[in-house]
């Protein structure tokens, strides 16, 4: 259940807190529900009325109202244990659970270091080649290209990223790119003088680097030979380059 609802919270520390919560919850609502060995009327009573409080508790604080429902939950899925009032069975479940606690955290550490970040580098190259398109389009007069749909996709593929040095250049890619399609965009609504001599250099160039990305070497800082483009997307280009020689090892 708590893997589950990680899934919907777009932060990767966030996703580890509520299983981890989850997990908590579910270990303390088991145990308190089996404390008692004989249920009867008045056990349904008291376990109603700690529900009705969560429940009302949960319209100004929302974390109430989901422990209650959680609770709810797992007294429908969890089976009762067939010995109440066991300190070893009880204890006995708390080290099962953070066994399989630490094993699923395990996995949620593992999975991003190995993929994320290679899943994010194949997002960059979509992102450039995409730019370099773009670019030779509006250097032959063509203004009629579909917005970036990686460029949105590499947005979302950065928050799940682990690792804070690596996380940093992937956000500064992020913005290096988003300048550029900005300018691409302002030429295509022709607000700015378009040169196409600079803009196809400023394509071969992306090109380039997507030949680095795919073979995953370095690109030499003094590769950027575009003098005809402004100094904004000049420095957005030489950001990319930089990002990318720094995180190529790291993939």
């Known amino acids: 259940m708590g893997i589950i609802a990680a899934g919907s919270s777009p932060s990767y520390i966030r996703r580890q807190q509520t ?141 799940g990223l682990t690792q804070k040095e690596f996380t940093l250049g992937a956000r500064r890619v992020n913005i290096s790119l988003l300048r550029i399609y900005t300018y691409m965009t302002t030429l295509r609504t022709k607000l700015l003088p378009i040169n196409p001599q600079a803009l196809l250099q400023s394509a071969d160039l992306c090109d380039l680097l997507c030949k680095k990305i795919t073979n995953r070497e370095m690109l030499q800082p003094n590769a950027l030979q575009v003098t005809d483009l402004p100094d904004g997307i000049k420095y957005a280009l030489q950001q990319l380059i930089i990002v990318w020689n720094r995180t190529c090892s790291k993939v």
């Not at 349904?44 to 429940?55: C, T």
């Not at 899925?77 to 399989?100: A, D, E, Q, T």
């Not at 550490?109 to 960059?124: E, K, M, S």
Request: aromatic share 14%; glycine share 4%.
């Open 19 to 159: 299983v981890v919560v989850f997990t908590v919850l579910a270990i303390i609502w088991y145990i308190c529900v089996n404390l008692v060995v004989n249920h009867n009327l008045a056990t349904v009573i008291m376990n109603g009325f700690l529900l009705s409080l969560l429940f009302w508790l949960g319209r100004k604080i929302p974390l109430f109202a989901a422990i209650a429902l959680v609770c709810v939950l797992l007294g429908i899925i969890l089976p009762p244990l067939k010995v109440s009032g066991s300190f070893y069975l009880y204890y006995n479940l708390i080290v099962m659970c953070g066994v399989y606690l630490l094993i699923t955290l395990a996995f949620m550490n593992l999975f991003p270091r190995i993929y994320y970040n290679r899943i994010w580098v194949r997002a960059f190259y979509l992102s450039l080649n995409e730019l370099a398109n773009i670019q030779r389009a509006l250097a032959h007069g063509e203004t009629n290209f579909a917005n970036s749909k990686h460029l949105i996709g590499i947005y979302r593929i950065t928050s």
